[in-house]
């Protein structure tokens, strides 16, 4: 397994923008693509976005296509989430994980490690 952990949430004004980091240690970070999901009070873990292990696949859950943006810099073990036009709704805690394979995928079945979350407060 791989441990990630997250940073760069917190409260933020609608509208507003934040950048998620997770750095990952651990097993070759490279070689398996990534993800964050959220997960909002009261309701279940949703998906948010994906990568491949070379960064050349992308997928966006169709709520956040053109506010937020998945990239991964495999040099740095480090994967992003840019979020702009941040609305209150994007509230949530957002978790980082890291796949079983190569290729992205919205199945959380698909992910083996996981962060601890960090919190993103979008305020109207």
């Known amino acids: 397994q791989v441990q990630l952990v997250e940073s760069g949430g917190g409260l933020v004004q609608a509208g507003g923008s934040l950048r998620l980091s997770c750095a990952a240690s651990g097993r070759s970070f490279s070689t398996n693509a990534m993800g964050w999901f959220r997960q909002a009070p009261g309701k279940e873990r949703e998906f948010v976005a994906t990568i491949s292990w070379t960064g050349g696949s992308t997928y966006n859950k169709d709520s956040g296509k053109g506010r937020f943006t998945i990239s991964r810099d495999n040099a740095k073990n480090t994967v992003y989430l840019q979020m702009n036009s941040l609305k209150p709704e994007d509230t949530a805690v957002y978790y980082c994980?890291?796949?079983?394979?190569?290729?992205?995928?919205?199945?959380?079945?698909?992910?083996?490690?996981w962060g601890q979350g960090t919190q993103v407060t979008v305020s109207s």
């Open positions: 994980a890291a796949g079983r394979g190569r290729f992205a995928t919205v199945d959380p079945s698909e992910y083996d490690s």
